[in-house]
C-alpha cells in the first residue's frame, strides 16, 4: 500500500480534525452562548421576593365561608383565594382586557410593548403602558414610580416570576394582591368589600367593575366617585365588546347595574374564637384557619344573643356555645353580646371566664346517684331544713317542700335534697368524676371540694360546661369539643349507665318552663337545666338533645350582680329561642334507652324497699307522715273568693299526707304539677265549688267555697 505522504496532494485522504478545527473566535462564541445560557438559568431560577404579598391570615367555616379576617403586615386586607372558588368569566374577561396572548408569552408581549411604545411616540405622552398581567403583579411586589428604568424591572421581574410560578401561579397572585381601593387587596376582598358576597358568582356588570379597579383604585373608587367608576367600567365593556368577549346586549344590561354606593364591612363572626386560633397560629402568615363553625347559625345567634342582653340591660351580656351532640364540633361560639360594646366589655371571651355555676352541676350528681344504685328517679326524699355541720343550706324561693321524689327535686333544682346526695356520694368523689369527664373545677386557693359546691361554691367556664353537658347528651359520644376541621370523633367512656342518662334527659325535659311561657308554646325535644350564682352575679342554662348541646351565661362581665335575673328567666328563654333556628344536623346521636323493667322506670310502689325512701329520710318521714294529717290550707272550708283581682285564677294549697297529690275540682281532676304542694285552676264563672285533694295513700279532704265572678 501506497503511503500517503507519497501521494499528490490533491489525492491525499483529508482529516476530520483538520475540517471540523475551531478558531479561537468560534470558541470564545460557543463560551459566550453557553455562559449566556447558563446565566439566564440561574437568573430565571432566582426567585422573586413576595414578601410584600403576604397574604392576611383567615379564620373560615366548615364550609369555607369568612368568620374574619386579619390585616396583613402592610395593613392591607389581602384574602387568600384558591383560583377554582372565582368566576370562571372573571379570570377569561379579565385576560382578554389586560392581556389577550397571556397563555402564549413568557411573561413579556414584545408585540405589546411594541405597540405601546408607538402610541406614545404619536401621542407624545404616556397612554399605553403594554403592561401584561405578570408585569403588573411584577410591579406590585415592588412598587416604584413609573420610568423607563422601572419598566425594565417590570419586565426583568414578569419573566421570572412566569419561570417561577407558571401562568396559573401568576393568576393566583395577581388576584390575590390586586388593589381595589383603600386597603382591599385581591379579589375576595373586594367581591366581598364592594358586593357583599364571595367572587365564586358575579354578574358582568361587576365584573367589570372588578378589572376596572385595579388600574387606578384610588380614583374610582364606587363609594367616593361613582361617576368615575361607572365610566371606567363602560370603558372596560366596550372594549371586551370590540375584541369579541362579549355581546353588545350583554354590555347594555351590565351597564344597567347599580355601582356600590358603600363599601362593606367584611364579615366579623366568631371573633373571639377567631382571635383565639389565630393565637395558636400566630407563627403561620397567611394562613387559612378552618373552624366547625357554621357561619349562618352563628350569624343568626349573635343577633339572638345580642337583642336578649338590650333587653335586659345596657350592661348584661351573653356568652353562648352550640355543640353538634353526634361529633363534639362547636357550630356556634359567641364570646359576648357585643366585640366592639365598652359598657359590656364586650373583648372579653366570656365563654372562657371562670364563674360561679349555680345549680348546673346537679344533673351531674343525681347521674352519678343512680348510676351507683343509690337512689332512683322515684325514691322519696325529704326537702326540709336539715344541717350538715355547721353547713344549712336553703332553697332560692326561701322555702322547703317536704317529701318529694328525686325527679321532681332535681325539676324543680331543690337544694337540700342535692347537698344530701353529694353528702353521701363525698365532694372529693364527685369532683374526680367531673375532671375525668373533662369538666375542670376552680377552687380559691387552698380549697377544696366541699358541700356547697354542689350550688355553685366552685369555679367552671362555659366551655366546660358544654363539654360536660355533651357527656350527658349521648351514651358514646365524642370524647371533646372540636373548634377546627376536619372534625375527629373518637368515642370517649360513657359518664354513666345509658339508662340513668336516658332518666336524667327524661326528668329535665319536663323541667318548668321559663316565665311567662305558656305550657303550649314549650318546646318538648330538649332537656335543661338552669342555674343562678349568689347575687345574681351569674344566670346559666344548658339544653341538650341527640341534635345539639346549647350553653348558656348571661350576667356582667365585671361580676356586677344583675338585679332579679336568675337562670330560669334570663338564660333559659335564650334556650328555647336557640333551639327553635337551629338547622337539622348531618348527623344525631343515637337515642338514649332505658328497658321497660328499669329502675330508672319504675314507680315508687314498684321500687324495691330500700330505694323507695332515701336511707337518711326514712325515720324522719314515717314519723312526719304520722304527725302530719292531710288538710287544704287554701283556701278555707267555706270561703267566698273574690278572683276578680287575679283574672279568674284560684290557687290551691295543701300539706301533710303522702305525696303526690291529686286535686278535684267538682269531681273533675285538674292538671298538677307531680310532687307540688299547690295548683292553681282558672274559673269560668262564679257561684259554689267542690274542691277534694287526694292523697298518695287515698286520704281525702272536701271543702266547699263560694266563688264572686272575676
Known amino acids: 500500500m501506497l503511503r500517503s505522504s507519497l501521494l499528490p496532494k490533491r489525492l491525499r485522504p483529508l482529516r ?34 413576595l414578601e410584600r404579598l403576604q397574604p392576611s391570615t383567615i379564620v373560615v367555616d366548615k364550609d369555607d365561608r369568612l368568620l374574619r379576617a386579619f390585616h396583613a403586615a402592610d395593613g392591607q386586607l389581602r384574602l387568600p383565594i384558591a383560583l377554582t372558588n372565582v368566576d370562571p368569566r372573571y379570570i377569561q374577561l379579565l385576560i382578554a382586557y389586560e392581556d389577550q396572548r397571556y397563555w402564549s408569552h413568557p411573561g413579556v408581549d414584545l408585540a405589546a410593548l411594541a405597540r405601546a411604545l408607538w402610541q406614545n411616540i404619536q401621542a407624545k405622552d404616556i397612554v399605553s403602558g403594554g403592561s401584561t398581567l405578570a408585569m403588573q403583579t411584577a410591579r406590585l411586589s415592588r412598587p416604584q414610580a413609573r420610568t423607563i428604568w422601572a419598566k425594565l424591572g417590570d ?49 358582568l356588570g361587576e365584573i367589570a367593575l372588578l378589572i376596572a379597579l385595579p388600574q387606578n383604585p384610588t380614583g374610582i373608587r364606587p363609594d367616593r366617585f361613582p361617576d368615575r367608576a361607572g365610566k371606567a367600567r363602560q370603558k372596560v365593556l366596550t372594549t371586551l365588546v370590540k375584541r369579541g368577549a362579549i355581546s353588545p346586549l350583554q354590555e347594555n344590561e351590565a351597564l344597567e347595574e347599580p355601582i356600590p354606593p358603600i363599601r362593606r364591612l367584611l364579615p366579623f363572626l366568631s371573633p373571639h374564637l377567631a382571635e383565639r386560633l389565630v393565637s395558636i397560629h400566630r407563627q403561620q402568615n397567611g394562613a387559612v384557619i378552618r373552624t366547625s363553625i357554621d357561619a349562618s347559625t352563628q350569624q343568626r345567634l349573635e343577633i339572638l344573643a345580642r337583642d336578649h342582653a338590650k333587653r335586659i340591660s345596657d350592661q348584661a351580656n351573653v356568652a353562648m356555645i352550640v355543640v353538634e351532640s353526634a361529633t363534639g364540633a362547636v357550630r356556634a361560639h359567641i364570646g359576648s353580646a357585643g366585640y366592639y360594646e365598652t359598657l359590656r366589655q364586650g373583648s372579653v371571651d366570656m365563654t372562657e371566664a371562670t364563674r360561679s355555676p349555680g345549680s348546673t352541676l346537679k344533673p ?37 317542700a317536704g317529701e318529694i321524689s328525686l325527679s321532681a327535686a332535681l325539676q324543680h333544682s331543690l337544694n337540700v335534697p342535692s347537698v344530701k346526695l353529694l353528702d353521701a356520694i363525698g365532694p ?28 355553685g361554691g366552685v369555679g367552671v367556664t362555659l366551655e366546660d360546661l358544654a363539654r360536660g353537658y355533651l357527656q350527658l347528651s349521648s351514651y358514646q359520644g365524642p370524647r371533646d369539643l372540636h373548634f377546627v376541621t376536619p372534625v375527629s370523633t373518637p368515642l370517649r367512656q360513657p359518664f354513666a349507665r345509658e339508662e340513668t342518662l336516658w332518666a336524667i334527659s327524661n326528668i329535665l325535659r319536663e323541667a318548668p318552663a321559663p316565665p311567662g311561657f305558656a305550657v303550649a308554646e314549650r318546646v318538648q325535644d330538649f332537656a335543661i337545666k338552669t342555674g343562678t350564682s349568689y347575687g345574681y352575679r351569674d344566670a346559666w342554662a344548658a339544653g ?4 345539639y348541646v346549647v350553653a348558656i351565661w348571661v350576667g356582667r362581665a365585671d361580676g356586677a350582680p344583675l338585679a332579679d335575673q336568675f337562670g330560669r328567666a334570663a338564660a333559659a328563654p335564650l334556650v328555647h329561642a336557640v333551639y327553635s333556628v337551629l338547622p337539622s344536623p348531618k348527623q344525631r346521636a343515637a337515642p338514649l334507652r332505658a328497658a321497660a323493667n328499669s329502675l330508672m322506670r319504675r314507680d315508687y310502689a314498684d321500687l324495691p324497699s330500700p330505694l323507695q325512701v332515701w336511707l337518711g329520710d326514712r325515720a324522719q318521714l314515717a314519723e312526719q ?16 273568693v273574690d278572683l276578680s283581682s287575679n283574672d279568674g285564677l284560684l290557687a290551691l294549697e295543701a300539706r301533710g299526707g303522702v305525696k303526690p297529690y291529686t286535686w278535684l275540682i267538682n269531681g273533675e281532676p285538674i292538671a298538677t304539677e307531680a310532687w307540688a304542694s299547690g295548683a292553681n285552676w282558672r274559673a269560668d264563672g262564679g257561684g259554689a265549688v267542690n274542691i277534694t285533694l287526694i292523697d298518695a295513700q287515698g286520704a281525702a279532704v272536701r271543702h266547699a267555697i263560694w266563688l264572686r265572678s272575676p
Open 428 to 455: 372529693e368523689r364527685f369532683a374526680a368524676k367531673l375532671r375525668n369527664s373533662g369538666l375542670h373545677l376552680f377552687f380559691s386557693p387552698g380549697g377544696r371540694p366541699n358541700l356547697t359546691m354542689i350550688l
Open 625 to 640: 307522715r304520722e304527725n302530719t294529717p292531710l288538710e287544704i290550707i287554701y283556701p278555707f272550708q267555706s270561703a267566698q
Open 364 to 400: 351531674f350528681l343525681y347521674a352519678m346517684a343512680f348510676d351507683e344504685d343509690l337512689a332512683a328517679p322515684n325514691t322519696i326524699i325529704l326537702d326540709a331544713p336539715t344541717r350538715f355541720g355547721a353547713y344549712a343550706p336553703n332553697n332560692f324561693n326561701a322555702g322547703f
Open 544 to 547: 341538650w338533645n341527640e341534635d
Open 155 to 203: 419586565i426583568e421581574r414578569a419573566l421570572r416570576l412566569t419561570a417561577q410560578f407558571g401562568k396559573k401561579g401568576v393568576l393566583q397572585i395577581y388576584v390575590e394582591s390586586a388593589p381595589f381601593g383603600g386597603n382591599i387587596a385581591g379579589l375576595r376582598a373586594a367581591s366581598l368589600s364592594w358586593f357583599g358576597k364571595e367572587p365564586k358568582s358575579l354578574s
Open 16 to 49: 476530520v480534525g483538520a475540517i471540523f478545527k475551531p478558531t479561537t473566535r468560534l470558541r470564545r462564541i460557543v463560551r459566550l452562548l453557553t455562559g449566556g445560557l447558563l446565566l439566564a438559568l440561574f437568573w430565571l431560577s432566582t426567585p422573586v421576593s
